[in-house]
């Protein structure tokens, strides 16, 4: 990229930056419903000049010293690997909390370890997925704890909670996407009356978590788009948010609609994003069984859950399924790693043609997440992330010996 | 804070911390009571200087590059992340070192292990407290190790061993008790005269270690405090460090007694320290059936001492405890996590009542550990830690991007 | 050092350096063998200057942000440290990928999970030398995926891949040896008609990897030194490194000889490394059985061969077989740790006394090793790394507060 050209690119996102008013400064970022659309392209336009400035050699370090603190309770690699890459990006030492050397409950236990912890935290990423009613929650608690921690200066300053993934949302996924969407498509003004299909797709695996087709049908619906939401009868996401989708459709003169045929779903979509999931009635079965440590009925439940996705081979994105989108070329779209059928399993999401021939676009899907992870921190930790930014620019310092 | 009010607060404290000749310059630091009133206030005026900085979003960073290592053979959070911000604060990369993955035993692999990890390392934290009469011995095997690789120049430099808890003392915790002490009574000399209870409590646990209490009774009596010791009888520490309680009182015109109830020591005190440990004596038996892998007699051990400690329930510091104290407002220190009646456990250490009420001071105690650390290690890598300390104050960079 | 004497140094190296075509610009560094000798000194230049530099506490700060990944498929204390202290020296943020947490197989993974972490990431570096027949491919299926990547722009820099140890070579350690070589004789012209004996040694354990004695005779013979490889019948190393390091004698004018008596291979040496290996054809078969679970015929070859080993006790490096080398006084040299007898086992490779007389010599051979990664990462991320150390060398930024 020329120098000119990103700075000329960078220049006008700060431009539009410093005129929102995001609500973000000192907040954290758990649920993209939950934020005003300053705060969702806020941090769009943060994470795409931060990526401008990294692609252009530019350093984007912000922080001298501190920590990012970071919670999986769920097993990770790709998410792990972008919030150290943010982490990184903005000068902070990475700290990975493990849970295995000490169990943090509820109550006491969290309010006492989040200031524990957190003495010169910038960021606190949390991931925690598995059960279903816990994770927004847990993340709640830990929120409420620095605010206290902060508000008694017991915190020289206040962390900023991100969600890396809950029950209910996966914004730094959903946020990618829209960002990737943004630059497919030129500008998130293009993506109005453009047709995504949300689609459940069969896995032989069962369990996985609804963060991501929640976090697409609370997202994408308030840019006007034409959503989707298809899937066999009886997977159905969690109403509350199946009903914001409707409203934030209604508000923005965009469309939402669920469907029980992929490929009524498919017919003329320029973007497709098939991706299995389980039941939300699965979900709150298992969390339950699991914990009551029933391992027998969650034995039980696997097996009939897994039967019943059988039924359900059909759902796959393949080559004949692709050509009932717009001219047979839809932007197909997953957060990874895919089921692909002849290669990660016998049968799964998507035909190993099909995913080759997008491949490296699901790659560049993916390579957004680092960003927007350091975009959501600097929203939160800086008053005036533009003028920041802007500091940046022009010092622009090279993040590279050269 | 004022930029005036810290450039002052610290410049008063670099001035008394020149003249001080603390002799821990390419040292360790170990026990307390090894070292001069020099090195202990040393390390205090650091600490807050830091500390000061730190809040006036200062930058602390004094290391370009290098390693902080820590080593933890006992479980933590709350050290764990102590030792990560001062190494953060410092400017050093944190490297675990693991032992599940490397096994470090005794003589010939130290000293190879503790040069082979240390080419660039400034410090190496140990916590090391489960075995009676190891965790201080290993740390000199260390600290051997360290000066032979640096005398044979093998090493560049002498990097530091902190004692993050032995099996005598928990130097980081202790000073940062004392910290704690000297901003609530407004200077070190106005703890004279002071009277602290550090009392054995109940807890429905057993084999908690006595380096808390040890490094309470081992530190305080140098500061004229009017010490009392109280456990039931049969529940004591290592006879050696009591008898060094005892001589340092002496010395500082202080007084150290040890009595056998919770309410005695309570009587008028302007401090209380409640905090349950295992009698010395169990923590040798453990240590040789642990070393022996004797499972049997381990169980049969604690079921022993859990009975006898429940005889013992009445040592809670509760409400009606408190109202001994001096006008029923005693100064409620902990270590932290603390055994909360009726919050995580179902009888423990502090009523849910007391805690409640100083809960947020029990934080801003262990707000001060992450400074001692990092002053730690300051004093033990610089000849001259107060001109190091006045260049960060005159250069003044931001610790974050403003 | 004083100031001018490392100046003057750091000057001649980086006036050889930058004479240098090593074709390692955007590639990685796997084996010895296939990289010409210019990238072979030309990492020796690069570490000496960064090993310099350091010594006279000078920043050699490359990088402003970015990660380095490290991949260990085998326990590691030593490597891993001198990794994490070559990222602190560059400037880089360390992160483990634990394959714990995700298993990277083969094919689509590995090209996805490549990518997934290294959208700021400057060098993975990989250890892998359990399976006979995998480490170097694997380390190529990962080297493969960062080509793609970067060349469809989904990496924006290409993260060069090093090698920690394979199952063919140890490039790291074979490099530290040059150098150490390089430094205890003056230069690496002087290594020429110098007798080294790179023998086999007797040790109670078994499945010890041929990467280390591998690297040694692919790498010395290039220097015209008289290389003899020694070992009981039966223990060969793989015939092509073998015939390689024949045909490199003949090139160099050094010369290559396999003797199966550890006397003749002392006789007369400058140098010995005496070390245990498995043979090629047992690790083959372990390597089979191990991939088949199949853990009875594990057990029964170990058996088989520790009884084998047990045959060849007399192989150990004693004060007698010392007598032998030239003058008595070879230079003893081992990658650490050592089997010493009557120390870490019974009896091993090496006497107590022979090994003491030189362990603080093989401390420094172990510690050219983290500035070897260092040179290997910044030769194959900048594409004149002889501008950039001048550069640092003419700054001469501080590496700690002064």
Partial sequence: MSQNNYEELVSALLFSLQQRDTGLHNRDFLLTWEQPLDAIEGVIETAESLRLMVEADI????????????LFRDQSTRTRFAYATAASLLGLSLVEFDEKKTQIAHG?????????????AESIGIRDDIYLGEGDAFMREVSEALTEGHQSKILPQRPAVVNLQSDLDHPTQSLSDLMHLRNEFGDLENLRGKKIA?????????????SVPQGLIGLLPRYGMDVVLAHPEGYDLLPDIVEKAGEFAKESGGSFKQVNSMEEAFEDADIVYPKSWAPYQVMEQRTAYLRGGESDKLDALEEECLATNAKHKNWECNADMMKRTKNGEALYMHCLPADI??????????????????????????SYKPY?????????????????????LNEAKPRRAR
Same sequence: chains 1, 2, 3.
């Fill in 59 to 70: 350093s984007t370090r912000v922080f001298d010293t501190g920590l990012a603190i970071s």
């Fill in 372 to 392: 927007v992870i350091a975009a959501m921190i600097m929203m939160c930790r800086f008053a005036k992330p533009a003028d920041i930014l802007r500091e940046l």
């Fill in 198 to 210: 949300v689609t459940w797709a069969y896995s032989p695996s069962y369990g996985k978590p609804l």
């Fill in 341 to 366: 059928s002849g290669v990660s399993c016998e049968q799964g999401e998507v035909s190993a043609d099909v995913f080759e021939k997008y491949r490296l676009t699901t790659y560049r899907e993916a």
């Fill in 108 to 120: 006491e236990t969290v309010r006492e370890t989040a200031n524990m912890i957190s003495f010169v």
